[in-house]
């Protein structure tokens, strides 16, 4: 069983970067469709960004758009998303999850990370 473990958030002011990792243990990975999703207190889970198995397509949603990149490193058996220019409302638990295939953000993950808590301040 594949499981994934998020890394690389914490506080940042607006306007600043950060690098999130999502990296993979137990299993295949490197083939499988992974995408990030967001939760902020009080609201439901908000799709951000998927990658296809092959890291040849990649989505985005409208909000991060020019701002996200989510890439991903074979090698590392590791997702990224490299965050810019955030916001307040960039402010969630970002976490990560294998799709069923690429564009199927809107089901359930099949396999999720914990999360990594994300803080945008003034």
């Known amino acids: 069983q594949v499981q994934l473990l998020e890394s690389g958030g914490g506080l940042v002011q607006v306007g600043g970067s950060l690098r999130l990792s999502c990296a993979a243990s137990?299993?295949?990975?490197?083939?499988?469709?992974v995408a990030w999703f967001r939760q902020a207190p009080g609201k439901e889970r908000a799709f951000v960004a998927a990658?296809?198995?092959?890291?040849?397509?990649?989505y985005y949603e409208h909000f991060v758009k020019g701002r996200f990149t989510i890439s991903r490193d074979a090698s590392k058996n590791t997702v990224y998303l490299q965050m810019t220019a955030l916001t307040i409302d960039d402010t969630a638990v970002y976490y990560c999850?294998?799709?069923?295939?690429?564009?199927?953000?809107?089901?359930?993950?099949?396999?999720r990370g914990q999360g990594t808590l994300v803080t945008v301040s003034p």
């Open positions: 999850g294998i799709l069923r295939f690429e564009t199927a953000w809107e089901e359930d993950p099949l396999v």
């Open positions: 990658i296809s198995g092959n890291a040849e397509n990649t």
């Open positions: 137990g299993g295949a990975f490197s083939s499988s469709a």
